[in-house]
């Protein structure tokens, strides 16, 4: 039996609303880069650092790095559950579940605070 205390949120249908907001977001984020690249075939570092430097845009892939970070631990939360499982692993499950939630959730916290100082100049 696995329990909620390692999970994003209280429930599957939050989990389920997490995995589609975010990948809305996402969504967003992938069709305006890639138009934005589409329209400006000759684009160059200085109008491309140029985009970057406008508060909407950072605020944007802001919104785009956090629903990354959530869209990742619900499926990667996910998968462990389903997968790494005693029936799977044996007596082996729990250390091997925690141990890759564990991994997953320091990798994504560090890419989130990463890109946080990437994008902000931290």
Known sequence: MVTNITNLSRSGLYDWMVQRVTAIVLAAYF???TIYLMVNPGLGFEQWSG???????RV????????LGGHAWVGMWTISTDYLT???????????RFSFQAICGV????????????????
């Open 31 to 33: 069709v305006f880069l």
């Open 51 to 57: 985009l970057f430097q406008q508060t909407w845009m």
């Open 107 to 122: 990798a994504m916290f560090s890419y989130v605070v990463w890109g946080i100082q990437i994008l902000w100049g931290l």
């Open 86 to 96: 005693e029936k799977a692993l044996g007596n082996k499950a729990l250390p091997v």
């Open 60 to 67: 944007f892939t802001m919104m785009a790095l956090l629903a």
